[in-house]
């Protein structure tokens, strides 16, 4: 029987458009510095993506500076800046800002200087949607993108970071956007790339993938695709809790991303959790991937009330567009089973 993928937040699988795109782009020879009929059509491909990624996000193409990820986005826009910040935020942008802002038990977080803020979008362990005031300093849009709606412009906030791989493009890529006006200085220094914002040779391939994928999250957002996930989300849900009375559903209440769904069985740590899943065939998180393989509670959920055992008790459960109704099933009886067998043996 073939594996289960419920691991969305970490990578979304590869989408067939971005494979095509990237198969296209690797045979464009040029450098999109070089002035030739190469080069020109390598920096054709980077600034027809360019366009296409600022059009599904809301911004203007001069907007978007392209980097390798949402992690040197997070440090290319934060770095030297004085900003607070919330326990919440991810790994890369919680670098760069303090903790200082509160968050309550349903995930929100309380802003009371936007112009000095970073307030991300959507969390990824919990799926917690936050408003965001206008004059916001930054914004992680990572985990909504695609997912949710969101414009840059009228979202009224400076900047916002987003990385390709979390909607079904390539691994490696990602952009920072930045409402003109903005200060911003290059970290990576050398040649004029970016418009001076970021050096180095542009990642064409990439670029090309994130473009295409770009357009086709937003086109299932435009769709309805994701009503359809946050149906089955709830069905799992259901399915665990009839199992499991006890357990706890963290952002419960609040308003979601579609397809997040994170809980914990008091007792029974999330890590045992995921290996037990992986050896049923099935992939699930214990968290955010770049804080996968550290033993300790989630600083998410602490920040939102829930103890130290509780927190490290916790899973997260993400669907993507190509899930299916019998995948959900199959993950709902592979966990009560689980889950069942550990009461046993705690008993």
């Keep these: 029987m073939s594996r289960i993928y419920l691991d969305h937040n970490a990578t979304a699988p590869l989408r067939p458009e971005a494979r095509e795109a990237m198969l296209a782009a690797m045979d464009v020879t040029g450098n999109p510095s070089s002035v030739h009929a190469e080069g020109r059509a390598a920096k054709a491909i980077v600034e027809r993506a360019r366009a296409e990624i600022a059009e599904a996000a809301g911004a203007a193409a001069a907007d978007i500076v392209f980097v390798s990820g949402a992690t040197e986005a997070a440090a290319l826009a934060l770095e030297g800046r004085d900003l607070d910040g919330a326990a919440v935020e991810h790994d890369a942008v919680a670098a760069w800002v303090s903790d200082a802002l509160p968050v309550d038990r349903r995930g929100h977080v309380e802003v009371a200087e936007p112009g000095r803020t970073v307030l991300q979008l959507a969390n990824s362990e919990t799926g917690v949607l936050q408003d965001l005031p206008r004059g916001l300093a930054l914004s992680d849009i990572t985990q909504g993108f695609g997912r949710v709606p969101f414009a840059f412009d009228w979202s009224g906030v400076d900047m916002a970071i987003l990385s390709a791989h979390k909607f079904g493009g390539p691994k490696g890529v990602g952009v920072l956007i930045l409402r003109r006006g903005t200060d911003l200085a290059a970290r990576i220094r050398g040649g004029g790339q970016e418009m001076g914002r970021r050096a180095g040779t542009e990642n064409v391939i990439g670029i090309a993938g994130m473009a295409a994928a770009a357009k086709?999250?937003?086109?299932?957002?435009?769709?309805?695709?994701?009503?359809?996930?946050?149906?089955?989300?709830?069905?799992?849900?259901?399915?665990?809790?009839?199992?499991?009375?006890?357990?706890?559903?963290?952002?419960?209440?609040?308003?979601?991303?579609?397809?997040?769904?994170?809980?914990?069985?008091?007792?029974?740590?999330?890590?045992?959790?995921?290996?037990?899943?992986?050896?049923?065939?099935?992939?699930?998180?214990?968290?955010?991937?770049?804080?996968?393989?550290?033993?300790?509670?989630?600083?998410?959920?602490?920040?939102?009330?829930?103890?130290?055992?509780?927190?490290?008790?916790?899973?997260?459960?993400?669907?993507?567009?190509?899930?299916?109704?019998?995948e959900v099933s199959r993950f709902a009886e592979a966990w009560s089973s689980a889950y069942r067998k550990m009461r046993a043996r705690a008993a």
């Design 216 to 326: 086709a999250a937003q086109r299932d957002l435009e769709t309805g695709v994701w009503d359809r996930v946050s149906t089955l989300r709830d069905k799992l849900e259901g399915a665990v809790e009839n199992a499991a009375p006890d357990l706890i559903f963290a952002g419960r209440g609040a308003a979601r991303l579609p397809n997040t769904s994170c809980f914990a069985a008091r007792g029974w740590k999330g890590e045992t959790q995921v290996m037990a899943m992986d050896l049923a065939g099935i992939a699930i998180s214990a968290g955010s991937a770049c804080s996968s393989g550290k033993v300790r509670a989630s600083r998410v959920l602490t920040a939102m009330g829930y103890d130290s055992e509780l927190a490290g008790s916790a899973i997260r459960v993400s669907l993507g567009v190509e899930t299916t109704e019998d």
